[in-house]
Structure formats: C-alpha cells, structure tokens
Nanobody
C-alpha cells in the first residue's frame, strides 16, 4: 500500500490558479494515479488521471483545458488548476492503483485502492 499526502489547497478568487501536489511514499512507476474531488453529499468525482509508466493523461470534461496533471521523478503528482470557478470548490484527493484498467474506468473512484487525506480548495466569486 502506498501512503499519499496532498498539499497545496487553499482559497482563491474566481479566475485564479492553484497547484496541488501529492507525495507518494514509494516509487510510482507504472501506476495509475488520479485526482478526485468531493463536496458533501455528492459522490467522489474523478478530475484527472495519469499512467506513470507512459504519462498518458485523462481528464473530466469539466476541467479539460483548465487543469493539467503531471508527475515528477521525486514520486510526486501535481495538479495545476487554472481559471478556477466556484464550481471547482471541493475537497481534492490523490489516489493510486497498480491495477490496470480500461480507459473508460480511469476516473472511477472504485478503481483506486490508495488514497490521501485530502486538501480543501475553495474558490470565491
């Protein structure tokens, strides 16, 4: 099991940017890693995913063109969030799995086995 720790959340005005980071406790080559977000009373929503073995990326339609997922070679996952709107307000979670999954499943929370504790993002209008 991988231990994941998120950071970088905070409060920002609409139109602003934030960069989230997720530090993994071990080498994350050939893993699917993803960012999810959740607001109270709603299901956890997949935002972006990446396959660390080849850097293929996947995005929810709601964030395409605004968010960018990336990895660095220090076992860290990032989510650059630009042009933020109040609808992006949520708790953001980092997740990982070593299991292969089809493209249609890569933003489904049930496919991921390891989770961070979350970091809050609040966007004000």
């Amino acid at each position: 099991q991988i231990h994941l720790v998120e950071s970088g959340g905070g409060s920002v005005q609409a139109g602003g940017s934030l960069r989230l980071s997720c530090q993994a406790s071990t080498y994350i080559d050939s893993y699917f890693m993803a960012w999810f977000r959740q607001i109270p009373g709603k299901e956890r929503e997949g935002v972006a995913a990446i396959f660390t073995g080849g850097a293929a990326t996947y995005y929810a339609d709601s964030v395409k063109g605004r968010f960018t997922i990336s990895q660095d070679y220090n076992n860290t996952l990032h989510l650059q969030m630009n042009s933020l709107t109040p609808e992006d307000t949520a708790m953001y979670y980092c997740a990982s799995t070593s299991k292969y999954m089809s493209a249609s499943r890569r933003l489904h929370f049930s496919e991921y086995s390891d989770w961070g504790q979350g970091t809050q993002v609040t966007v004000s209008s």
